[in-house]
């Protein structure tokens, strides 16, 4: 693992914008499709905003993008404003080229007893496109990864998972309380992530400075699935100064 240190979430992010851009037009010389991991919440919104204003002013196209994304809550209607898929779609979706049938985000609608076969066709379908080139992480306080919580075994696939009580008390303000946050969610597992050919995991801010020590600092532990990184060879973390603020 590999860790580096930015003044600014703003200045971090347009260079890990400029990596995903570079990775794109590099495959789309070569006649190759670019497969993305992409992940939601407050971490990668910076990184999306550089994407699209690189599309509208300097013609990056994502025409041969495929995007996988981490993981949905379950269950959860992909209209509802609390999805995954609306979060997609209003960062950056909505306003870049990228071909509606090049994207895919976990469904959240799925019928409880088809969720392993559900599941198993999504590890398919991501090997189908050559494995993922770039991953997009950010990393929950509970050290998760996608939704991997504490416990996740490092073999681990594509799941239905039970959300951890910090993971849904962090969600809670955008979905005005607790209980309206969903109890379970759909994820990529630790391998599936762990498969991608480059990570870059984003933390911002003080209240991640105490994960972002265990996952760099710490021992490899199932309890701290972030941990699993320390043995990824192409995993780089991107931090701001208030993130890193307790690495020694
Ligand atoms: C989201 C995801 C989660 C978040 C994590 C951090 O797709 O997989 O692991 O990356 O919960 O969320 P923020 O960025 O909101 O602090």
Not at 48 to 71: A, C, I, P, Q, T
Not at 123 to 152: A, C, V, Y
């Amino acid at each position: 693992i590999h860790n580096v240190v930015f003044e600014s979430s703003s200045e971090a992010s347009l260079l890990v914008a400029r990596e995903i851009a570079d990775l794109i037009v590099d495959k789309n010389n070569r006649g190759e499709t670019c497969v993305l991991g992409l992940a939601t919440g407050s971490s990668p919104i910076r990184v999306y905003d550089e994407l699209v204003k690189m599309h509208r002013e300097n013609g990056l196209s994502f025409k041969n993008v495929v995007s996988f994304n981490l993981d949905e809550y379950f269950p959860m209607n992909p209209e509802s404003i609390h999805s995954y898929h609306h979060f997609m779609n209003e960062h950056l979706f909505n306003h870049i080229d990228i071909p509606k049938e090049n994207i895919f985000i976990p469904d959240g609608t799925i019928a409880q007893q088809d969720i392993p076969a559900y599941c198993q066709g999504y590890e398919q379908k991501i090997k189908s496109f050559g494995g993922i080139d770039f991953q997009l992480l950010g990393i929950g306080r509970t050290g998760h990864i996608g939704f991997n919580e504490p416990g996740s075994h490092y073999n681990s696939i594509t799941r239905s998972i039970t959300l951890d009580q910090l993971t849904r008390e962090d969600a809670s303000s955008g979905f005005h309380g607790i209980e309206n946050v969903p109890k379970k969610a759909i994820t990529m597992g630790v391998g599936t992530v762990f498969s991608a050919k480059r990570i870059v995991l984003l933390a911002w801010g003080h209240k991640k400075a105490e994960v972002v020590k265990q996952t760099i600092e710490g021992e490899i532990l199932p309890q701290i699935p972030a941990t699993y990184l320390q043995e990824h060879l192409n995993t780089t973390m991107v931090l701001n100064t208030e993130a890193a603020s307790m690495l020694t």
